[in-house]
């Protein structure tokens, strides 16, 4: 295949378009994992989403809708800058629904914008920790791998510097300035255990923008592999063996946590989730089961467990925590697919709405 030069697309992607704005309408495709985008041009710069229209796709295309009545309605549910045209050239975050706008099925965001808005008064903050596997393109050989064998074992991978450790720095400290730019709230970066493995964290974010931020998160970090020709898995265990899985560690608080005296308010939501851990289990992503086994930093998915600084435990509360008798929890479950819509709903549902 031969190569498309950037320098070439960088004389048109400095032309001035005028008061022209080009829209990036995104989406959660049918898998419930995709992502998929397309472009429309608009007059003005809108100042919320209620200014934006309301849009249209190929249901049939993407799973998500049959032939005979394929039209999918998308409803733009937050706006964010676009860090690739940049300039005044938009992201819109989009949620689906049928043309009488009832929510599709694989639309998750509407249940979970309605449990936030339930639990409003309770100030929910969630800080999500995606950690990502890059690959060569050919979706196999991890990113710094020699193909065919493997690298030397974990030990030096995890924050590490230097050519023989860290595979793929480019990509995640691009992917951060992107995210900054965008307004997204990227609070760090690290390189994981598993060579060519990276970590961000997104948050604290209230409520049901953490799901919104997350997801445009990834939508920035699927482009900006693109453009190096690198692929991104959030496969939970990508390389099977005697290699970390990927997670998406959930961070969460409520007010009352946050506040003197919230460990108990800790403790009674830990108590509530130990009641709940199948219904979790069950949402936290696909494969999980590969990586939940007890080893590698994660606890076994049979069973529920909690404690202070234990990264082999269901829930980890932080050192932090115990010391300030107050702040918030860790579940560690969440896969590294996980729909950050359904895993944040669930914990509120669980610890705060007590809903089934
Ligand atoms: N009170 C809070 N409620 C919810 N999230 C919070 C709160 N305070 C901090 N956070 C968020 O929790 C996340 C913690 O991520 P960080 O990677 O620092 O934690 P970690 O669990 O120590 O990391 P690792 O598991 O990789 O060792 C950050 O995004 C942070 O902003
Ligand atoms: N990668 C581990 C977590 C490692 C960490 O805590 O940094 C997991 O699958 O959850
Ligand atoms: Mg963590």
Redesign the pocket.
Known sequence: MSKLDRAVYDTYASLDTGSYVQAEYVWIGGSGQDLRCKTRTLDKVPTSVAELPIWNFDGSSTGQAPGEDSEVMLKPAAIFKDPFRRGHHILVLCDCYKPDMTPIPSNTRFDAARVMEAAKAHVPWFGI?Q?YTLFEKDQVTPYGWPKGGFPGPQGPY?CGAGAHSAFGRLIADAHYRACLYAGVRVSGINA???PG?W?YQVGPCTGIESGDQLWISRYIMLRVCEDFGVHVSFD?KPIPGDW????C?TNVSTKAMREDGGMAKIIEALEKLKLKHKVHIAVYGTGNER?LTGR???ASIDQFSYGVAN?GASIRIPRTAEADGKGYFED?RPA?NMDPYTVTGRIIKTIVLDEA
Not at 244 to 247: F, M, R
């Open positions: 920790e950690e995890y994981e255990v598993m493995q970590e939970p970390n899985g990927a997670g560690h990586r590698h930093e994660t990264r560690r590294s």
